[in-house]
């Protein structure tokens, strides 16, 4: 443990200096490659102009002051909310029951492969026609594409569990629902983690075109206005937002899933 100013580091400062310094470098090589290509190819299309970093942050800028950008990002990180949260209601009971049930599993693994193969896009009409426009069919969509990895992982997850853990509170008279709660939960918690992690990256990706379904908040809802409008600077602007909101969804889900340990209790 290093200790720096009288503050304790838990990793050496060049270890610290590296994992900061290289995804910085990395990210002004990524901005310097989007200025060069917008500059090159805005010679003969000069529209493309209005896509440069410049005006992008320039319009970043102007959008959180204005709160506009603050508030059609909280709208579609409300979506995204609950689209997850209705998602792990159906996987994770599902996914115990069918990671403990092996006949179960082998006669819904066909029928379950079959609907996961669907994009979650093509649920569209289907979604529409059942729900009307508005926020039902967004969460229904978003839904429907966390489902899957949360399902697959947690039902693998649970037959990989040490069947001597299950033996033990067996031979103290737990309950199925204590063993499910105090060893196949705890004991799954990494692999759960690292399905949300998934689950979220795939929600952030159907969310845009979800958001097109007849809403008028979210980020979908702005990239369609901007595009109407002919606010390309604007556009862009709601493009970095989306990339820095995903971006910093799947670093917080990331460091929960490293730091996540599966520690079976009994008591």
Avoid at 140 to 151: D, K
Avoid at 159 to 172: G, K, N, W
Wanted: with cysteine; proline share 6%.
């Amino acid at each position: 443990m290093t200790t720096v100013l009288g503050l304790r580091l838990r990793r050496p400062v060049p270890a610290l200096l590296q994992a900061s310094a290289l995804p910085a470098l990395g990210l002004l090589i990524g901005l310097g490659i989007w200025g060069l290509a917008v500059a090159v190819l805005g010679r003969s299309v000069p529209i493309l102009l209005e896509f440069s970093p410049q005006a992008g942050f320039a319009n970043l800028a102007s959008g959180l002051a204005s709160g506009v950008l603050v508030r059609h990002a909280g709208a579609s990180l409300l979506r995204v909310g609950v689209g997850l949260v209705l998602a792990v209601l159906v996987a994770v009971p599902l996914g115990l029951l069918l990671g403990l049930k092996r006949r179960l599993e082998l006669t819904t693994s066909a029928v379950f492969q079959f609907i996961r193969m669907i994009s979650p896009l093509s649920w569209m009409p289907i979604a529409v026609m059942v729900f009307g426009v508005g926020d039902l069919p967004v969460f229904f969509l978003l839904a429907i594409a966390a489902i899957w990895p949360i399902l697959l992982s947690i039902t693998t997850a649970v037959r990989t569990v040490d069947p001597l853990y299950i033996q033990v509170a067996r031979s103290f008279a737990a309950e199925p629902l204590e063993i499910v709660t105090r060893i196949v939960l705890p004991a799954i918690r990494p692999s759960l983690l690292a399905s949300l992690r998934v689950a979220v990256g795939l929600i952030w990706l159907v969310l845009v075109p979800a958001e097109m379904l007849g809403v008028s908040s979210g980020l979908g809802y702005l990239i369609l206005d901007c595009r109407d409008r002919l606010a390309y600077g604007e556009l862009t602007a709601a493009l970095l937002v989306i990339g820095l909101i995903g971006w910093a969804l799947d670093a917080l889900l990331r460091r929960f899933s490293f730091s996540a340990t599966a520690v079976p209790q009994l008591s």
